[in-house]
């Protein structure tokens, strides 16, 4: 139980400086001077500090909807597949549910951006809610897939499974299900094919529109909420596609998982560096690609079997 | 004897489709119920039925004599078109008829096997409602539709005397005072053309 | 005894239209009252009950139509009071119609009431010929060319009918011999009818020219145009009460017919009550006036109820009957009303009626445009479940099972296609157009509520069990 | 007559849940009605006439108040009929479902045989030596089905909810279209049991196709009610998928899950008649004081009318399926129930359920996405019309009407565990065995799929970690004490106003470029430049009116031909005003010749030879010479 709690609160922890490593690494590989891995942190710090103007155009969904937004992810943040073998860990929550939170959060993530008034919270909103339509049903159908390979719909359970017995019999679907979820990965949180985090280009933007008359507080809360969202992701993609060095003794383990979480950071930035910004209406064609290899990859498993 | 009168009925049937003026029309349709008539009166003397015979000469009094008689007048009363030419063209005609004969023929067909009446006598009465619709449809003005009327009437009696020997009498009765209720009321139409305002 | 009682108020009619005294507008409409009276009598006495010997015979299908028909005759007689308040009619005119109702009404009970095909029909041909009389009371060039008409095509459909009735009396003839021609005679011995193909020829002639006469394809619309032409009232008359003298005769007719041959009797009847629904459903979606509406309508519930009775559910027939005897009188009179006011437009027929009569009135014709397209609770809904219901048991009894009930749904699909239409109407009339003010006389209004209230009475259990109880 | 088993009493609770708050609704919005007799008529007619349709036990009770519900809610559609669309709005309701009432009728007609008055029991015993019982079940599906509106018959709903009064609105969208689907529970299984497999795939499809396209179309609707129209048709897709899998399920013999299944669909369509019910109402609040349905004509209604925008917001989180509401819950299990057939070895199931569950995946997407546009331009941003500026909070009556819609909201949320054991206790009568027990097997915490491995869901746990977390943040911040400012927005500097916000047309703008294959939109775009210049312009308007497809072809086609075929019948029927004794001389003609090939021996020849001369008889006769 302590266990469980601990890699939680470690998981937390480590959210903001798996994005400011994400940064630091594109930085380094734009040979441009890094930044440090704990700018996350500092940013935090800075904008607790500062008093929070709300514009008056707004209404209660403004001073609500911050904490709406990251109490979803905190709770999904208890309902991870475990890290290291022994631990507590909730086994029966599944894809669906999973899913449904981060939706509930992005939710009141879009209304927030409508609630300002302005032209670009719209603007966000109105792209968000277009990939997160796209998102969803790939996302439900990926860990549904990945689920069943392992034997049971619960995602904590399945990660166990997963590493206690690979699914080799599967491995197609298997690998649909990964290149799929490597996808929504990247456009859940926003990161280069889909959006850019770090201008704000009214042509580019989709998260930071959103949050633009956001200040103090209430944009920490949401900035945190985006490093959770992120690490959610990361852990989940480690747990069900890189189901390995859980066997270990827990701090060995949790090393091992963390290596996986820097891995996946690391894929991320040279994925980043590597691509351009695609054009919004390009970016189906991406998101329509993780859906086809969500439901290959479902279908293989039921027709096929493989 | 009855072939013969029948014979001679449908043939004036025949002639009044191929007539061309209004006074010889009323004539064909005369000769046709003075036909209808005798007819009448020679299977009612050789059956021995009075009713028959008190239908036979109703029929001529009233319809060889009285309607052809009332329509003529009504006619120069109102002014009449007595220039009847028919709509049908005389090729068609020439075919439709013998057409409609060899039709009913076949239609009575499967009666002779079932009945002792004569099987042509049906026959021949529903050629004749055949030609007499004939009559009706080949005419635009109301004067010669009323003789085909008058004519299907005729061939429905035809019907009554050869393939039943006779109705109730109470029925031919009430079927010469609805005839004379429709030449009153035909009578009354025609007043109304001149009553409009 | 009885007779000369159930003629004598039409004797009375028929003297009294003779006087020229103003006030005697007001006895004719008494004296048609009180045409009721001796018919109830009649209704409540026991059945069979020979009135003219085997002649004239009243069993309880046929007091039943008679009740009906009276009660329209009634209702047109009150909405007649108030004619000239709509159109102009002299009263010369007046008194004619009312000579000629007194024949119609003759004509009428005989047809009716006959057990002999013989006095049926001369019946009928009194009936028909004087009806051709009253659409002439309207002084028109149309009255006039639609009275000729219906003079020329009346006078075919009777003679088929005729000529019909003495074929099947000559295949009778050898096992009954003058007495071939009583119904109830014919019917008991119907199967030993020596040469059943030549009473299924007169039968086939006589249904043709019944069929013609009701508005049956492929005449479907000259009923339309007579009742375009006519005075409204004569329209109602058409619709309700002469249509029933034919369909009573149908009614016997088949009877027999069904002791011959039921097959061919049903497929005959099916065919052509498909064929002239299909028409009529087609021409309903174009109608553009209310009179060619309704008379359209007529034609297609008569269908309904000559299926309804071939398919074996007399019972569904009879309800139909009532139902459609009630509605259409009163949708034609409220017809005269609406298009005397609104002057032909449809859209906005139902608005501006104000006050307590007002509102009455467009209430009870709201009913009446919506129970004909048979909505709950109208009697018609509940006949038409139990007629089809008959078709469909008759159709999975017969060899061609998915033929009949494609049959059966490509009939209710045409059905639906008049149910479109009349919401189409009924919508544009009670909530397009404007709002004009209009007006509605006693006279009227009381004939709509008879027939409201006669309507009501059919959905009585004990008018269901009484009809159940014909068949 | 009447029958009261757990199946009817279930629905006349759903349709007692959707009324009562219903009327309070009804009675705030009364006083906006002009011919109040009329409505009040009408309207409890319509609630009657529903409970009458689930409690009746005969086929002649059950068309008589079928029918008196099309009646009744066609004439509340007319209540307002101020507008032209609304007149032909209930003309094509009242058509399309009198076509429903036509099969539904043909049903009852043949498994009743004619005596309408039979109970349930007789009716499967005709039913089951009826020959072709797939045709029963497609009249069956077709009658109900264009009643609840499942693709393709889903056409009218979009036109027939947003013309009705709100409170109509909410009864026929939240309650009547539930009654079809007690018909479906009714007669699939008292009647027309056991179910070929096929059957239960068709359902399955025609679900998996409704959610989809329903949510589809919703999202391209700029009038708010339309919007929640096409989202119930979406909502009866997925009603059906569970009922579907239910289906094929029981034909399988795997009856917990079909039962499951069963209970799935049963919850959903609890949840969604009072998530519906209380989006019409407060929809309907908001169009009683803007007088418009155009969201384009919203915008910051949540500071005037803040109940409503709450009812609202609740209501938009369950219907989008957001843990850890009632709509979540309930798609939750039909999730489980089709993902608890991997084993399954039937291969168009095989392909079949994926299809299926990949529809249901994305409707829930989409729906979400369609309502935060509907909440966000609706409620949040600021007014973009003086109507919506001038706009207050509805009256007591109607507000008591959302609470307590909302209360029922909760309630479904909150006491999941009961409900479930009420249809279990349905499905129970229905002759299935009881599967509480394995959907609950240790208290109500927890929530278990019935499938090999299933999943779990904790509603409850859900539901207070997250009121939990939420609270405890909010807390700190109020401990925390930060100091707030109220200031203009900045925007990057540029001036806000009602003007420069994102419209509906324009939120919805990516989604629906993706599917313009599907939507063929229409497009005005009008610019007025100033000097040539591209992008400098004083105005600007854009239009975009999307087409609906199924309505194109199958409805206006269908209209197209009825037209046609009239106007050919209408010449035709002209010819008997110069030609009738032409015409009864061929119809006798045809008669008799009928009679005697028919009558007698028939053969062919003879036929041909009566063809050939009726046509040329009619030729000569009747069509004539062309002049």
Known sequence: MILYLLSIVLLVLLAPILLSYIKATKMVLLFKRPISIFQGYRNFAKLMHKETIISKETSAITSYAPFLVLSPLIVTMFFLPPIVVGSYYVSFVDAFTITGLISLSTFFLMLLGLDSASAFGGMGSSREAFISALVEPAMVLTIFSVSLMAGNLGVGQAGVNLAEHFPKEHMASFLFAGISFFILLIAENGRIPVDNPETHLELTMVHEAMILDLTGVYLAIIESAASIKFIIFASLFASLFMPFGLEFSAPIAILIFIVKLFIIATAVALLEVNTAKLRLFKIPNLLGLAIVFAFLSLITFYVLGA | MTDFLIGLFLASLIVALFTTRLYRLLLWYSINSLMLGTLALSIGKSIDDNAMIITGIITIIVKGIGIPYVLKNLSQKFHFVRQITPEIKVQYAIMLVPAILVFTFYLSEPITHMIHTNANYVAISISSLFLSLLLMMEHKNVAPKIIGFLSMENSLFLLGISATNGMPMLVELGIFFDLLMAIVVINLLFHKEEMKV | MMLSFLLLPAIIMFLVSFSKNNKSKYLLAFSSFVILVPIVKLFLLPKPYNILSSYLVADKLDTYVLLVSSIVGIGVTLALLTLDKHVKVSPKAYRKFYRFFAIFWVGLIFSILANHMGVYWIGLELATLSTVYMIKTNYTPAAHKEAWNYMIVGAIAVSLILFGIILMYASAKPILGENGMEFDLLLAHAKEIPSPFLFEMGFAITTVGMFVKMGFFPMNLWLANIERASFYPVAALFSGILESAIIIGFFRFSKIAMQVNYDHLFIFVFVYTILTIFIVAFLIFRAKDFMRLFSLSGVEHMALITMFWVSGAPFAALLHFGAHAFLKPALFLSTGVLESNGKYKIAGALRGYKGKKGTLFWFLVSLFLLAIISLPPSPMFFSELYGFGAMISNAKQSNHMLAMIGAVLFLLILLSIIFYRFVAIYQAMKYEGKEEEKTVYGSELFALVVFAISLVTLLFPATLTYLKSIS | MFIFDTLSLVFVALILFGAIPNIFYSTGYLPHIQRKTHYQLHYFAFIFSMIGVVVSANALVFLFFWELMSLTSWQLILTEAKEKSTIEAARFYFIMTHFGFVFLLLFFLIITDGNLDIDFASMKLIASHFAYPTLLFFFLLLGFLSKAGAVPLHVWLPYAHPAAPSPVSALMSGVMLKVAIYGMFRFLFDVLYPWPLEWGITILTLGALSSLIGVLYALSEHDIKALLANHSIENIGIILIGFGMGMIFDTLGLYTLSTFAFIAALFHTFNHMSFKSLLFMSAGAVLHQTHTKNMEKYG????????????????????????????????????????????????????????????????????????????????????????????????????????????????????????????????????????????????????????????????????????????????????????????????????????????????????????????????????????????????????????????KVFYRSVAKAVNFMSYWVYRLAHFEQTRYSAMIFNIMLIVLFSYRVFSNEFSWATFVLEFIVMMISVKILIIGDRK
């Open chain 4, 300 to 551: 910051g209604l949540i500071k005037v009318m803040p109940i409503t925008a709450l009812a609202f917001l609740i209501a938009a989180i369950s219907i989008s399926a957001l843990p850890p509401s009632n709509g979540f819950l309930s798609e939750w299990m039909i999730f489980q129930s089709m993902l608890s057939s991997s084993h399954i070895d039937n291969i168009s199931l095989k392909l079949a359920i994926p299809f299926a569950i990949f529809a249901l995946a994305m409707t829930g997407g989409l729906a979400i996405a369609c309502f935060v546009k509907a909440y966000g331009i609706t409620f949040l941003g600021l007014h973009r019309s003086t109507n919506a500026k001038h706009a207050h909070e509805v009256n007591f009556w109607m507000k008591s009407g959302m609470v307590l819609m909302a209360f029922v909201v909760l309630s479904l949320m909150l006491f999941t565990p009961f409900y479930i054991e009420w249809f279990d206790k349905v499905l129970v009568g229905l002759g299935r065995n009881s599967v509480y027990g394995q959907i609950f097997p240790n208290g109500i915490w927890n929530m278990h799929s019935v499938g090999i491995n299933g999943g779990i869901v904790s509603p409850l746990i859900l539901f207070i970690s997250l009121l939990g977390v939420t609270a405890l943040m909010m807390f700190a911040y109020k401990v925390f004490g930060v100091k707030t400012r109220v200031h203009n927005a900045w925007a990057c500097g540029y001036k806000t106003s009602a003007k420069t916000q994102y419209t509906a047309t324009g939120f919805a703008g990516p989604i629906r470029r993706f599917f313009n294959w599907l939507y063929k939109p229409d497009e005005h775009f009008e610019k007025q430049t100033i000097a040539g210049h591209e992008t400098k312009f004083s105005s600007s308007s854009y239009e975009v009116h999307v087409k609906p497809l199924f309505e």
